[in-house]
């Protein structure tokens, strides 16, 4: 037995569209008619649309071009209207006249037209980052596009690497543009805002308007820059106690710090904790630090403490008060 299929008259187009307010406006749209009047579809064929559900292309308030609108005669309705200001915000409905008895209008569904006065802020995805550093990133910034003709320009700050824009398609033929960001993760990313910007531009001759979005990255690290220091600073005499403090830059924190004295090339453990009292000599006057985390450890270059011996000190002293006292006898 032959089962013929019966088509119906139908129509598929987004249930809304928001639309930038001096902006231009593509309606996504396709329909089927019945089997018997599939011969009817020809070059005569004229689209048009209204916020009523009585009208016909006569008296319709959107009157579309052939060049406005997609190939009838393959079913396509899409129609972009380049002067957003021909619409109001209302439901709107698709009329279909051909010169011969093809003529319908789509009551079983409209879209709905909505006016903006600034668009919505892009969508970032992820719309966290918490990695470790090295990891591989890509961040997908994306925006809506309801222009087909002049979708928004997406830009990235800072710029971190390679980027690639597309315009995408949504499942109810809507467009969206993506920007795609691809870099590798750097513990100089953490904590620093990564942002999208979207520019708009309006087709009424009015300034372009731009949103934004943004995250903060969480960049987990092992200990960078991991740094001695002094007190007091200079001089230093023979046997004398001085604090050392080992600082470093480091996520997750820091769990604890390690001392070691520089013998030649023995590394002798002498202590813990960020600060650290100890004797100096001229013999023990070389120190480092380690610095150490979840992630891992780092040392800090070697720091010589320059020690004095105490008769250097005097004699320096004696020499002064003599130069000093000379000068008051000439004077």
């Known amino acids: 037995t032959l089962t013929v299929s019966f088509v119906t008259f139908n129509i598929k187009m987004p249930q809304k569209i928001n639309v930038l307010r001096g902006s231009c406006v593509t309606i996504p749209c396709s329909f089927d008619v019945e089997n018997t009047h599939e011969k009817n579809l020809d070059d005569s064929c004229k689209a048009c649309w209204s916020d009523s559900l009585s009208f016909n292309c006569e008296n319709a308030k959107l009157k579309p071009t052939k060049e406005m609108t997609g190939d009838l005669k393959n079913k396509d309705c899409t129609t972009t209207f380049n002067d957003a200001s021909y619409l109001q915000s209302a439901k709107y409905y698709f009329r ?4 011969n008895p093809l003529k319908y209008k789509f009551k079983q569904t409209g879209v709905d037209i909505s006016f903006i006065a600034a668009p919505p802020s892009p969508t970032l995805t992820p719309s966290t980052l918490e990695v470790k550093e090295g990891a591989s990133v890509s961040l997908t910034c994306s ?8 979708p928004p320009a997406l830009t990235w700050s800072p710029n971190l690497g390679q980027s690639q824009e597309t315009l995408q398609e949504n499942q109810d033929k809507t467009k969206v543009k993506t920007s795609v960001m691809n870099f590798t993760a750097s513990h100089l990313h953490h904590g620093n805002k990564i942002s999208c910007t979207a520019v708009y531009q309006k087709q009424d001759g009015s300034l372009d308007v731009t949103a934004e979005t943004s995250l903060t990255p969480d960049i987990s690290y092992s200990p960078k820059d991991v740094q001695i220091s002094v007190s007091p ?11 050392l403090t080992c600082s470093s830059n480091a996520n997750p924190a820091l769990e604890n710090y390690t001392w070691y004295r520089a013998d030649g090339d023995k590394e002798i453990f002498i202590g813990t904790g960020s600060s650290f009292n100890v004797s100096v000599s001229t013999i023990k006057s070389t120190f480092f630090c380690k610095a150490t985390n979840a992630l891992g450890c780092e040392r800090s270059s070697n720091l010589q403490i320059d020690v004095q011996y105490i008769v250097s000190v005097i004699c320096a002293a004696f020499l002064w008060y003599v130069g000093s006292f ?6």
Not at 96 to 99: D, F, H, R, S, T
Not at 143 to 150: E, I, M, Y
Not at 326 to 331: E, I, N, P, T
């Open 233 to 243: 600073s200079a001089p230093i005499l023979e046997n004398q106690k001085v604090t």
């Open 326 to 331: 000379g000068k008051l006898v000439v004077d």
């Open 96 to 99: 279909l006249e051909c010169n």
């Open 143 to 150: 925006a809506p596009a309801p222009c087909w003709s002049h």
